[in-house]
């Protein structure tokens, strides 16, 4: 793996996020995956736990939002402008006193507008210290740079301090898209979620979608974004730019 991260055999891939109404795509998640020279594409559940337990995580985290800041100057320069870049950051990554400074460098030196950057944050890394979360997302916010709260639902000390946190965004998780629009407990909470998110005046993203029928839901409960699998799975840079392309034209 210390091999993997010295080689550069790390690789962006990105899933967009498309407004549920007019299908555009508005937003990319970058997503790592590590290119074996033997084994082909593996997927972070196999690699960001061991990145994670031997110090590696917050190299490669920076190198993300490196790499991530980069594709965005290029997409920029063929006249891309209005897309956002979502890059997730792990809870060793966002402790880091510097980690501020780390996104203002990106940011810097591919002279990339702020508001095209989206740092994602899990409901753990968010309440793990609530005060010095607030503070430091405050420091982002001040940059201009946007920040969603991911895999939202999924756990329950966040909702007390929800109305604190300066965030723009919140994604659904797919544990409970995967039941709409039958399941009622998961219909419950999308619903539910969607009017917590519009009294907050906060940006929905229901990710996992695979189905007509969900997007559907969806659409009907105000939910302004998705993300999944029935527009498109994550895309290399060739194949997403391709598509990034077409709607402009």
Not at 94 to 109: A, G, H, N, Q, Y
Request: hydrophobic share 40%; charged share 25%.
């Amino acid at each position: 793996m210390e091999a993997a991260v010295e080689l550069n055999q790390f690789r962006l891939y990105y899933q967009p996020q498309n407004e549920v109404i007019s299908n555009k795509v508005v937003k990319l998640e970058a997503l790592i995956r590590w290119i074996h020279p033997l084994k082909g594409i593996i997927y972070p559940d196999n690699f960001i736990p061991y990145l994670e337990r031997n110090g590696l995580i917050t190299k490669v985290g920076a190198w993300v939002i490196d790499q991530g800041c980069c594709q965005l100057r290029r997409w920029i320069d063929k006249g891309i402008t209005d897309v956002v870049l979502s890059v997730n950051v792990s809870a060793h990554q966002f402790k880091l006193d510097d980690f501020v400074d780390t996104v203002i460098t990106s940011l810097e030196k591919y002279n990339i507008p702020a508001h095209q950057l989206e740092l994602e944050l899990t409901e753990g890394v968010a309440v793990a210290d609530v005060d010095k979360t607030i503070k430091k997302m405050q420091a982002i916010n001040k940059l201009g740079v946007l920040i969603a709260l991911d895999d939202f639902g999924t756990g329950y000390s966040s909702l007390a301090y929800l109305k604190f946190f300066p965030i723009h965004t919140l994604k659904i998780d797919k544990s409970f898209t995967d039941g709409l629009p039958s399941d009622g407990y998961d219909t419950a909470i999308v619903k539910t979620t969607m009017v917590m998110a519009y009294h907050l005046g906060l940006t929905v993203v229901a990710e996992g979608v695979e189905s007509i029928e969900q997007l559907e839901f969806l659409k009907k409960q105000g939910c302004q974004l998705y993300q999944g699998y029935l527009f498109s799975p994550p895309l290399e840079q060739e194949k997403i730019e391709k598509i990034l392309l077409e709607d402009l034209r």
